[in-house]
């Protein structure tokens, strides 16, 4: 539980961005008033955006391939030799650190037959060598050996690198775009939510743990359920709704993106607290959408970055890594951050969220609605649809285009 904090302790403490005081100040006002955000309207989605075999590859192929995603944490590539490998979204990956400290990204590919160099999660190596006929890669993916090469006489090592994909760490994350040649800016495709990253402590953070588990429903599902606050009265009642206003929240957009405050039952006192004593993790849950894929939950004391991919049209893989503070990441504290991992992984993500998302892809598949009716508290769902759908609109003219 957070305590006051001394005026020595708080002049210590960074000034919150102005994007996240603004949107607590404006959560505190409607929570004053009992009436939350709302759109002017109802709204439907089409069940078949989330039946559609031909729509989910389309997902797959443009949106999954367009935009920076969130690959890993920084923590798990912690020196130079350190490699990770990546299958989220069925695309062979490998994040390596390389002797200069730089993490990179590349398809985990031999360039000789494509047989895969590590099949391991997680390893500490020199070299990445090949399991099939020994072609050696460098860390920084240049080839550095093949077994007789005089039997390549035409061959040019320098050509035949792994192939590599833009790469970067921005607030302690490892972001990929998984499309070689493309350029990337995370900083510049995040904007202000970079800054909120940054306050709450995602440039120290170190990953507690990491689950990967796949689901049978459809990759949106579980953001629809992210993205709104109207389900947590019913679905957790018995878990974490004690913590929370009923069905209080507010969303802005960020370029594709949103940031989100929903009211925990500490903000009555936030109002009667100066903006610069107010607590973004106990007066107030926030949350961030991160096209398109990834959901950051910032709890009491550690944040979830939820990131989830398209396996097929009724099938999602779920990554959760669990950050903590580097100075709470002590051997007193293994038992605080089981329990809570246990609450909120298993119970609430898991067993809640989660089974809810399995049921309603049954439930759609049954043929019993031809749409999804969303109410005016549920605008955010369709903000992300009409994201994704932009997106895709985006992709057919820049095909049409290049047609002509």
């Known amino acids: 539980m957070a305590t006051a904090m001394q005026p020595a302790e708080r002049e210590k403490t960074p000034r919150a961005p102005?994007?996240?005081?603004?949107?607590?100040?404006?959560?505190?006002?409607?929570?004053?008033?009992?009436?939350?955000?709302?759109?002017?309207?109802?709204?439907?989605?089409?069940?078949?955006?989330?039946?559609?075999?031909?729509?989910?590859?389309?997902?797959?192929?443009?949106?999954?391939?367009?935009?920076?995603?969130?690959?890993?944490?920084?923590?798990?590539?912690?020196?130079?030799?350190?490699?990770?490998?990546?299958?989220?979204?069925?695309?062979?990956?490998?994040?390596?650190?390389?002797?200069e400290g730089r993490v990179r990204a590349f398809l985990n590919v031999c360039r000789h037959r494509g047989m895969r160099l590590q099949k391991e999660q997680q390893c500490q190596r020199k070299t990445l060598v090949c399991?099939?006929?020994?072609?050696?890669?460098?860390?920084?993916?240049?080839?550095?050996?093949?077994?007789?090469?005089?039997f390549f006489p035409a061959m040019d090592k320098d050509d035949h690198g792994l192939t590599e994909l833009p790469c970067e760490v921005k607030?302690?994350?490892?972001?990929?775009l998984p499309t070689p040649g493309e350029k990337i800016d995370v900083g510049e495709w995040l904007g202000s939510i970079s800054d909120d990253l940054s306050y709450l402590g995602f440039d120290d953070f170190v990953q507690y743990r990491k689950t990967e588990s796949l689901h049978d429903n459809n990759w949106k599902l579980i953001i629809d359920a992210f993205l709104e606050a109207y389900h947590v009265k019913v679905l957790h009642r018995n878990s974490v709704y004690p913590f929370f206003l009923d069905s209080m929240a507010i969303s802005e957009t960020v370029n594709r993106h949103m940031r989100s405050s929903v009211a925990r039952r500490r903000i009555e006192e936030a109002a009667s607290l100066p903006p610069e004593q107010w607590d973004f993790r106990e007066h107030c849950s926030m949350t961030h959408f991160i096209f398109p894929n990834c959901i950051t939950v910032n709890h009491p004391d550690y944040s979830s970055v939820l990131t989830f991919y398209?396996?097929?049209?009724?099938?999602?893989?779920?990554?959760?890594?669990?950050?903590?503070?580097?100075?709470?990441?002590?051997?007193?504290?293994?038992?605080?951050?089981?329990?809570?991992?246990?609450?909120?992984?298993?119970?609430?993500?898991?067993?809640?969220?989660?089974?809810?998302a399995e049921q309603i892809q049954a439930g759609l598949a049954s043929g019993a609605n031809t749409d999804i009716t969303l109410g005016r508290m549920e605008y955010t769902i369709r903000q992300f649809h009409e994201s994704l759908q932009q997106a895709l609109d985006e992709a057919d003219q820049v095909r049409e285009l290049s047609t002509l």
Not at 34 to 43: K, T
Not at 315 to 332: F, G, Q, S, Y
Request: proline share 6%; charged share 25%.
């Open 171 to 176: 607030n302690g994350l490892i972001w990929v």
């Open 131 to 150: 399991p099939y006929h020994g072609w050696t890669y460098n860390l920084d993916g240049s080839l550095k050996h093949v077994p007789h090469d005089e």
């Open 310 to 356: 398209p396996v097929a049209v009724d099938k999602m893989r779920w990554v959760h890594h669990m950050l903590i503070p580097a100075e709470r990441n002590t051997e007193a504290e293994q038992t605080h951050w089981e329990n809570t991992f246990n609450l909120i992984h298993e119970t609430v993500f898991r067993a809640e969220d989660v089974d809810a």
């Open 18 to 99: 102005q994007a996240m005081l603004d949107i607590l100040a404006r959560l505190i006002r409607n929570a004053q008033s009992g009436v939350p955000q709302m759109a002017d309207s109802q709204a439907s989605i089409p069940v078949d955006n989330y039946l559609s075999v031909e729509r989910c590859q389309r997902e797959r192929d443009v949106v999954f391939r367009r935009f920076p995603l969130i690959v890993g944490h920084d923590s798990e590539l912690p020196e130079a030799g350190s490699t990770l490998r990546h299958d989220g979204l069925d695309l062979p990956m490998l994040l390596t650190r390389d002797g």
